[in-house]
C-alpha cells in the first residue's frame, strides 16, 4: 500500500510570490490534513480536508488556503510568500478521524 | 483547548542505554499516537496506543487513558534512535502535538 506522498520535496520561493504544495493520501483515506513545522518549533495545524470540504483550519492568515480534489487529493496554496513562511510542510492523511500517517514532507524555503 | 506536555525536552545517552518519555495530556482523548522525526524531517509512526501496552523490537509504549499520561520506552539505544520523539492526540478533529523530546544518542 502506497503512503501519503508529497511534492516537491524542496521549494525555493522569492518573498512575495506563491507556493503551491501537493500530497496524496492513502488509497481510501478521505481526510487531508496539513501542518506547518517552522525551524525549531512544534507541528502547527494548518487545515483540514474532509469529503472536498474545508472543515477546520488553524490560526493562519487567508493567504493559506488549499483545496481538495475528487480523487482526495490535496493541494496547499501560500499566497504573498513571506520570510517566516519557511518551513517543512507536512500532509497527513486518515480514515474516520482515528490513526494519522504522515507524508515526508515539502521544505519550502523563502528568500 | 487540550494540553499536550512532552518531558524531558531533551536527552543525550550513551548507546546501548535505555530511556522512558512521557507524555502527559489535560483531557480524557480516544487515541494517542507516538512519533518519530528522522533528520530528514519524516514523521515515523511508532505506535497507535489507546490504552494498554504495546511492544515492537527494542521500543514499546504504554497508556494509561484513566490518569492521562502516556510512556514510551527505548531499549538498548542506538545511534538510529536519534531524533525528536513526538506524542499526539486527536481532539477537536485535528492532531494536537507536543512540543517533543530531542532525543541524541552518542556511540
Known amino acids: 500500500e502506497a503512503g501519503v506522498t508529497q511534492s516537491p520535496t524542496h521549494l525555493i520561493k522569492t518573498r512575495g510570490q506563491q507556493a503551491t504544495l501537493r500530497c496524496s493520501p492513502i488509497s481510501g483515506h478521505t481526510s487531508v490534513y496539513w501542518y506547518q513545522q517552522a525551524l525549531g518549533l512544534g507541528l502547527q495545524f494548518l487545515l483540514w480536508?474532509?469529503?472536498?470540504?474545508?472543515?477546520n483550519r488553524g490560526n493562519f492568515p487567508p493567504r493559506f488556503s488549499g483545496r481538495q480534489f475528487p480523487n482526495y487529493s490535496s493541494e496547499l496554496n501560500v499566497n504573498a510568500l513571506e520570510l517566516e513562511d519557511s518551513a517543512l510542510y507536512l500532509c497527513a492523511s486518515s480514515l474516520n478521524y482515528d490513526g494519522y500517517t504522515f507524508g515526508s514532507g515539502t521544505r519550502l524555503t523563502v528568500v | 483547548g487540550i494540553q499536550v506536555e512532552q518531558s524531558p525536552p531533551d536527552l543525550i545517552l550513551q548507546e546501548g542505554a535505555n530511556s522512558t518519555l512521557r507524555c502527559n495530556f489535560s483531557d480524557s482523548v480516544n487515541n494517542l499516537q507516538w512519533f518519530h522525526q528522522n533528520p530528514w524531517g519524516q514523521l515515523i509512526n511508532l505506535f497507535y496506543?489507546?490504552?494498554g501496552t504495546k511492544q515492537n523490537g527494542r521500543l514499546s509504549a504504554t497508556t494509561v487513558a484513566t490518569e492521562r499520561y502516556s510512556l514510551l520506552y527505548i531499549s538498548s539505544s542506538q545511534t538510529t534512535d536519534s531524533g525528536v520523539y513526538f506524542c499526539?492526540?486527536?481532539?477537536?478533529?485535528?492532531?494536537?502535538f507536543g512540543a517533543g523530546t530531542i532525543l541524541r544518542v552518542k556511540s
Open positions: 480536508y474532509d469529503e472536498g470540504e474545508e472543515r
Open positions: 499526539a492526540v486527536p481532539y477537536g478533529n485535528k492532531l494536537v
Open positions: 496506543i489507546p490504552s
